[in-house]
């Protein structure tokens, strides 16, 4: 995992199918969230949905991936503040694990 000292891997069980290397932190980790007092998340995302979902307010490129270090497919997504952010969060984790799946190719309609 790369993140600060209490966040949660996410990782993509052994024996599941892959997705491609760009939907992948490090190792099988296709995201991760921060401790509590931050609540944000990293993640990877399809490549096509990133602008929409930064454009939408929901997130941010990667540090990382902003220095070019990392894929464009990594972005920061805010910590939810009520019900309905969880909900999307969780929608957009789902993204996430689905990219890390390989179960998505082109991502051109993502509905949040």
């Given at each position: 995992m790369i993140s600060v000292p209490g966040a949660e891997a996410l990782?993509?069980?052994?024996?599941?199918?892959?997705?491609?290397?760009?939907?992948?932190?490090?190792?099988?980790?296709?995201?991760?969230?921060?401790?509590?007092?931050?609540?944000?998340?990293?993640?990877?995302?399809?490549?096509?949905a990133v602008p929409k979902i930064i454009d939408l307010?929901?997130?941010?490129?990667?540090?990382m991936a902003a220095a070019g270090m990392i894929p464009?497919?990594?972005?920061?997504?805010?910590?939810?503040?009520?019900?309905?952010?969880?909900?999307?969060v969780l929608g957009l984790l789902g993204l996430s694990y689905d990219f890390a799946s390989g179960r998505l190719g082109r991502v051109d309609n993502v509905v949040l």
């Amino acid at each position: 995992m790369i993140s600060v000292p209490g966040a949660e891997a996410l990782c993509l069980e052994h024996g599941r199918g892959c997705g491609c290397r760009e939907a992948f932190m490090v190792g099988r980790e296709f995201a991760h969230v921060h401790p509590p007092q931050d609540g944000s998340l990293h993640m990877m995302l399809p490549e096509d949905a990133v602008p929409k979902i930064i454009d939408l307010g929901w997130a941010e490129p990667h540090p990382m991936a902003a220095a070019g270090m990392i894929p464009p497919t990594a972005v920061m997504v805010y910590a939810p503040r009520n019900a309905a952010e969880i909900e999307t969060v969780l929608g957009l984790l789902g993204l996430s694990y689905d990219f890390a799946s390989g179960r998505l190719g082109r991502v051109d309609n993502v509905v949040l």
